[in-house]
């Protein structure tokens, strides 16, 4: 069972940190990076934490698992990288957070957003909700975080083997 928790934070807060951190390291990121690192941020919070990140939901896009609220607020950039001032540039994430996304970040942030692209398509999440679909067919099915958490669980403890 997925517990929710009373400090659950937006996706736009974890979307705003890996931007930060991307600027911060001037290699500023995408959009379809960001969904990605997103994506993974709930699914190692789930493993590790037994917690949702945050609440919105995930959908099986096309080019990988996506949030639609942050495709909705970083879509002007289209496939260039996001551009923000550090004023705007602002979240609130606890220190438990913070050490989830710091570890997305070294394992994932190093990646482009195709390889991710890809990486997730390999992946039992994006896959199930997608079922049948043509890859180049638009989907909006939700991602089940049960079948998230079970995966990557699964994959932790393979290689904790």
Known sequence: MITKKKNQIRALDVAL??????VD???PITNK???KLVYY?????LVLNNEKLFNEKIEAWVHGPAIPV????FKEFGSEPITL???ELK????KKQEKILENIWQVYGKYDANYLEMLTHSELPWQEARGNLPLSQASNKIINLQTVKDYYGRRLREVGK
Do not use: D, R
């Open 17 to 22: 940190y890996f931007i930060k951190k991307g």
């Open 41 to 45: 941020s709930q699914a190692w919070s």
């Open 91 to 94: 979240f609130n994430i606890s």
């Open 25 to 27: 390291e001037k290699n």
């Open 70 to 73: 942050l495709y909705e607020k």
């Open 33 to 35: 990076k960001l969904q």
């Open 85 to 87: 001032e550090s004023e």
